[in-house]
């Protein structure tokens, strides 16, 4: 089993920039991939980024590349998110999923974090 948490939501203006976390802990070395997902309300959710844990390279759906960076820090277990040059239409519950796939789907991956809110202001 493995348990995610996500932290690192809030609120920021337009433009500006926020860094997400997700610690791991149960079996860490379970799961093969970590990745980003949101949800916007009235939205499906979509994915941002998956990564290989530990040790891989980021992919990223084609929309996020540009503003969005995924890391792991296999020492701590923890996945990161960093976001700049944030915009209203990011606004969204963001999510850390784990599984065994490099996939955007989010019906590949069987475990979720309860979520972080990110709200951006014009």
């Known amino acids: 089993q493995v348990q995610l948490v996500e932290s690192g939501g809030g609120s920021v203006q337009a433009g500006g920039s926020l860094r997400l976390s997700c610690a791991v802990s149960g079996q860490p070395y379970s799961i093969n991939t970590m990745a980003w997902f949101r949800q916007a309300p009235g939205k499906e959710r979509e994915g941002v980024g998956v990564?290989?844990?530990?040790?891989?390279?980021?992919h990223y759906a084609d929309s996020m590349k540009d503003r969005f960076a995924i890391s792991h820090d296999s020492a701590k277990n923890t996945l990161y998110l960093q976001m700049k040059s944030l915009k209203p239409g990011d606004t969204a519950m963001y999510y850390c999923?784990?599984?065994?796939?490099?996939?955007?789907?989010?019906?590949?991956?069987?475990?979720w974090g309860q979520g972080t809110q990110v709200t951006v202001s014009s």
């Open positions: 999923a784990a599984g065994y796939s490099i996939s955007l789907r989010s019906i590949d991956f069987g475990y």
């Open positions: 990564i290989y844990v530990p040790g891989g390279s980021p």
